[in-house]
């Protein structure tokens, strides 16, 4: 009987590894796909790769080194309570495999978690603030602490650290969004605010980061070793954003699909996709009420109604330009009990799309209530919350009597001009 065909072993890795640049003592940032690799000597199933794999690097850092893996959940951008103890990583089995390991510890980030390995995880790792790639964030930190970037079966162009590169050039697209949503730890739940880079959803704001990887590669700072079937990179993450800052600066759009779009070209294209028109009950507009203190911060920094979506001005992020074309709350014979049609302060702003019927125990939770509707609601502007929700009189939640209700909001969110209502005199 032949022996079982393999493609590589865990010392070719290491070999691999070492050949493109990795040293004792390094802290490493690794992203994989090793089906590109073959198969590993150990076995044919992906638990053993995935082992050969954590192995190959465990080895080559050596017991000074320090392995870090992506095991990004992006839950509060879903909705979805995180626990950096339990909540599984969406990024495959390798990641899974890391996230798993005895040894292993894990970020809070309740969008970008990462697990890491060795003597300086817990360091990188923990007390970070609340920004997935701005100042503070664990990319700063890599880059300041002289990490590599690895990629085994995998080009530069994969690597996420090139999003932080981006937020630090200040691209035209992406943008800076809140989100907020609950967290886990110790068996305690909270709700905490994180910032995270969101691409702007037209198909010339994709990522494309094939050229830079290409000058990397060519200016030699992506170095890569044949392994199996496939290769590894590895490049300094200073030396990577020397690079992109540099590249960037030339043409903020290198790392975009494509082709570049003005501003006002991105907008209306935004416009049109959320459906905006004349007939929009709301679309971008945000009294006072529903702003509060942000505007105080504004007043004096920024034109009043010339707002776009991911301007930071202190702790406030100008949200999304939020358009509403349907809100309504029916009983379950069909009468409308409240509809933007008829006043179009009954919807919070920034609420999540919903179609459902609900119980009156639940609608209750999202009825916000005001002696009256121009007095609007303050504490329920929702531009960070993935939720949903109604201004209504006391008078009018008196009439919620029955059991079940259905709710219809139709309602989209997208990069935009957003305005806002101030006091004609700039507050002091």
Request: glycine residues 10%.
């Amino acid at each position: 009987m032949s022996a079982q065909v393999h493609h590589y072993t865990q010392a070719d890795l290491v070999a691999a590894l070492r050949g493109a640049g990795v040293r004792a003592g390094d802290v490493v940032f690794v992203h994989a796909s090793l089906g590109r690799l073959g198969y590993p000597e150990r076995g044919r199933s992906m638990a053993d790769a995935c082992a050969t794999a954590l192995d190959a690097l465990l080895e080559a850092v050596g017991p000074a080194g320090t392995v870090l893996v992506p095991t990004y959940t992006y839950s509060i951008g879903k909705g979805e309570v995180f626990d950096p103890a339990s909540t599984p990583s969406t990024l495959g089995d390798f990641t899974e495999h890391a996230r798993l390991h005895p040894a292993a510890a894990r970020s809070a980030d309740p969008m970008l978690a990462v697990s890491g390995i060795g003597p300086e995880a817990a360091a990188l790792l923990g007390n970070l603030p609340r920004t997935c790639y701005g100042p503070g964030s664990l990319y700063e930190r890599l880059e300041q602490r002289g990490a590599k970037l690895v990629m085994i079966g995998l080009g530069l162009f994969w690597a996420t650290y090139r999003h932080y590169i981006e937020e630090k050039a200040g691209v035209p697209f992406r943008f800076k969004k809140r989100f907020t949503g609950v967290v886990r730890a110790d068996g305690r739940e909270g709700k905490q605010t994180w910032i995270y880079s969101c691409q702007i959803r037209q198909p010339n704001c994709a990522p494309d980061g094939v050229a830079l990887e290409k000058m990397a590669r060519e200016q030699g700072i992506c170095v890569s070793a044949k392994i199996g079937r496939g290769e590894v990179c590895v490049t300094h993450c200073a030396d990577y954003m020397r690079l992109g800052m540099a590249e960037l600066a030339e043409n903020p759009w290198l790392s975009a699909k494509g082709p570049p779009l003005t501003l006002d070209e991105l907008i209306a294209l935004e416009d049109a996709r959320a459906g905006a028109s004349p007939a929009a009950l709301r679309s971008g507009f945000f009294s006072e009420g529903d702003l509060g203190a942000a505007l105080s911060a504004l007043s004096g920094q920024a034109p009043v109604g010339d707002l776009v979506t991911g301007m930071q001005f202190g702790d406030f992020i100008v949200p999304e330009k939020w358009t509403c074309l349907e809100a309504v709350i029916h009983a379950k014979d069909g009468r409308e009990m409240l509809s933007c049609r008829n006043d179009p302060r009954h919807v919070i702003p920034c609420s999540q799309p919903f179609e459902g019927e609900v119980s009156r125990e639940e609608l209750l939770r999202h009825l916000h209530v005001c002696e009256r509707l121009e007095d609007g609601a303050p504490t329920a502007f929702l531009p960070t919350e993935r939720d949903w929700g109604f201004a209504c009189t006391r008078e009018q939640l008196a009439a919620f009597q029955e059991e079940s209700w259905q709710v219809i909001i139709r309602a989209t969110a997208g990069f935009g001009r957003v305005s806002v209502g101030a006091p004609a005199k700039a507050r002091e």
